[in-house]
């Protein structure tokens, strides 16, 4: 075994090397982008503001710009957890196969193995082992990147589930499952690299997405900026960008709201609420309480249409087992086209 693993790195050894010096140089960067947010050690007696947006403690004010600055540099940590892992599966992945086959060296190869399976196997494990090795620290590197982003309430983003954890180690392990089968199928390398590089992006931007959109209609739920879920604290009028909703009854399909026409006056509703417009409008109590009332028409809470982040496990569940599978799928297919295909 250590005869093969030392024979894989002999042939691969630019991708090798120059996976391991990816990982390691964005590795340093994410820790040390992490552990300066950690550091400030941010107590949750910070929250919640007040109403003027100030914080809770007057020291929490220079806490937070402090971190504030210092996460700013984390987009492009947080754009490149999606990222790494998927690319190095890549560029371990293609040349397993279609490297030798591309420098011919596959019929002598296959002549002297007993079985193909056996010398794909040889090929295979180390290049494996490597990238589980790297894609587990990337995943706990996310997770404690995610964690210090928590402290600022800059929570991950739905998108942003296969940036952490098992999810980004299935990720990084369906890219080298493909990338080793279409390696297997095209026979050389950079084409292989470039096709799977279009499978992997498919992958993420339309086949996620797509799942993500059927599990998204179960989960997501009506809430208000003020954090006050659906009519807890809320105007009787909300607006959102589609028009307006009489939050005092319980809308369809979860909405905020029963719709209002977009034809209809909200005037009868305002003095439904309120009661009727004063005849004198002067700053007595009773105009003052009207003048309240018909405000919260017009106010600012906005609704949004969202996934709370506490189902977020249930997306990366699926995540992960869609990736492994699908991974495991390509490479088992890649035994099977190595066994059948000719040596060169």
Same mark, same amino acid.
Not at 175 to 192: D, E, F, K, M, Q
């Given at each position: 075994?250590?005869?093969?693993?030392?024979?894989?790195?002999?042939?691969?050894?630019?991708?090798?090397?120059?996976?391991?010096?990816?990982?390691?140089?964005?590795?340093?960067?994410?820790?040390?982008?992490?552990?300066?947010?950690?550091?400030?050690?941010?107590?949750?007696?910070?929250?919640?503001?007040?109403?003027?947006?100030?914080?809770?403690?007057?020291?929490?004010?220079?806490?937070?710009?402090?971190?504030?600055?210092?996460?700013?540099?984390?987009?492009?940590?947080?754009?490149?957890?999606?990222?790494?892992?998927?690319?190095?599966?890549?560029?371990?992945?293609?040349?397993?196969?279609?490297?030798?086959?591309?420098?011919?060296?596959?019929?002598?190869?296959?002549?002297?193995?007993?079985?193909?399976?056996?010398?794909?196997?040889?090929?295979? /494990?180390?290049?494996?082992?490597?990238?589980?090795?790297?894609?587990?620290?990337?995943?706990?590197?996310?997770?404690?990147?995610?964690?210090?982003?928590?402290?600022?309430?800059?929570?991950?983003?739905?998108?942003?589930?296969?940036?952490?954890?098992?999810?980004?180690?299935?990720?990084? /392990?369906?890219?080298?499952?493909?990338?080793?089968?279409? &390696?297997?199928?095209?026979?050389?390398?950079?084409?292989?690299?470039?096709?799977?590089?279009?499978?992997?992006?498919?992958?993420?931007?339309?086949?996620?997405?797509?799942?993500?959109?059927?599990?998204?209609?179960?989960?997501?739920?009506?809430?208000?900026?003020?954090?006050?879920?659906?009519?807890?604290?809320?105007?009787?009028?909300?607006?959102?960008?589609?028009?307006?909703?009489?939050?005092?009854?319980?809308?369809?399909?979860?909405?905020?709201?029963?719709?209002?026409?977009?034809?209809?006056?909200?005037?009868?509703?305002?003095?439904?609420?309120? &009661?009727?417009?004063?005849?004198?409008?002067?700053?007595?109590?009773?105009?003052?309480?009207?003048?309240?009332?018909?405000?919260?028409?017009?106010?600012?809470?906005?609704?949004?249409?969202?996934?709370?982040?506490?189902?977020?496990?249930?997306?990366? /569940?699926?995540?992960?087992?869609?990736?492994?599978?699908?991974? &495991?799928?390509?490479?088992?297919?890649?035994?099977?086209?190595?066994?059948?295909?000719?040596?060169?």
């Amino acid at each position: 075994m250590i005869r093969a693993a030392w024979l894989t790195y002999r042939m691969h050894r630019f991708e090798v090397l120059f996976s391991v010096v990816l990982l390691a140089v964005f590795a340093v960067w994410v820790w040390f982008i992490s552990s300066q947010m950690l550091d400030l050690d941010i107590p949750g007696t910070c929250w919640p503001r007040d109403v003027n947006g100030d914080w809770a403690q007057p020291g929490c004010n220079d806490l937070m710009k402090e971190f504030w600055a210092i996460s700013n540099g984390a987009g492009f940590p947080r754009t490149g957890l999606a990222l790494l892992a998927p690319i190095v599966g890549l560029i371990l992945g293609v040349p397993v196969v279609a490297q030798e086959i591309e420098m011919r060296t596959t019929e002598l190869a296959w002549s002297l193995a007993l079985r193909r399976s056996r010398w794909l196997l040889a090929r295979l /494990l180390p290049m494996l082992a490597l990238a589980i090795v790297g894609f587990v620290v990337l995943g706990w590197l996310g997770d404690r990147l995610f964690n210090a982003l928590d402290v600022g309430r800059q929570s991950p983003g739905l998108t942003e589930v296969a940036s952490r954890g098992p999810t980004l180690v299935a990720r990084g /392990l369906l890219a080298l499952g493909i990338g080793l089968l279409t &390696g297997a199928i095209v026979g050389r390398t950079l084409p292989a690299l470039v096709l799977a590089a279009i499978v992997v992006l498919i992958w993420s931007l339309i086949a996620v997405p797509t799942v993500q959109g059927q599990m998204y209609d179960g989960r997501a739920v009506w809430v208000s900026d003020t954090d006050s879920g659906w009519r807890e604290g809320a105007p009787p009028i909300a607006y959102l960008g589609g028009g307006y909703f009489h939050t005092s009854q319980p809308g369809i399909g979860g909405e905020p709201g029963v719709r209002v026409p977009e034809d209809e006056s909200l005037e009868p509703l305002i003095e439904a609420a309120c &009661g009727p417009y004063p005849e004198v409008y002067d700053e007595s109590p009773e105009v003052m309480a009207y003048e309240d009332c018909n405000q919260q028409f017009w106010g600012d809470i906005q609704w949004s249409h969202v996934v709370p982040a506490s189902t977020y496990g249930d997306f990366k /569940l699926v995540d992960m087992v869609l990736s492994l599978t699908v991974g &495991g799928i390509a490479i088992l297919l890649t035994f099977v086209v190595v066994a059948r295909r000719r040596p060169s």
